[in-house]
């Protein structure tokens, strides 16, 4: 699959705002409705919380060419883990939101989340 646009960021609370921003502008390039786009900004920010309470310092977020909008989250490096009950209602959210979410493991915990939202306008 061919990258749209790629970020790479320390995994910070501080930084989800810029990321929204980012992914605003990558769904508004393809072509993406106003719900999809909202959709796809919570979904991203959903994923890096999820990789952030299982300790990792570095998020990447990738986007792909596909029919609408392909997004990968990845987390890298090691930082503090964060037990945080709110990890379950994320990842409700992401499945009721995108249908169907890919995740990965690796070291037996969560390291990446994948999905593909939205149609052309």
């Known amino acids: 699959m ?9 995994l910070r609370s501080d930084l ?21 786009s909202e959709d796809c900004k919570v979904c991203i920010t959903e994923s890096l919380l999820l990789l952030k309470h ?10 792909f060419e596909s029919e609408g909008l392909s997004v990968r989250v990845e987390g890298e490096g090691v930082g503090q883990e964060e037990e945080s009950p709110e990890d379950e209602i994320s990842l409700a959210l992401l499945s009721a939101l995108l249908g ?10 969560l390291n990446s989340v994948s999905f593909e939202i939205g149609s052309r306008k």
């Not at 061919?2 to 320390?10: G, M, T």
């Not at 169907?100 to 915990?109: F, I, L, Q, R």
Request: proline share 2%; hydrophobic share 40%.
């Open 54 to 63: 299982r300790g990792y310092a570095v998020g990447r977020v990738r986007f």
């Open 100 to 109: 169907t979410v890919e995740t990965t493991e690796k070291g037996g915990k």
């Open 16 to 36: 989800m705002t810029t990321v929204r921003l980012a992914a605003g502008g990558v769904c508004a390039l393809k072509g993406l409705d106003m719900d999809a």
């Open 2 to 10: 061919k990258i749209i646009f790629e970020l790479s960021f320390p």
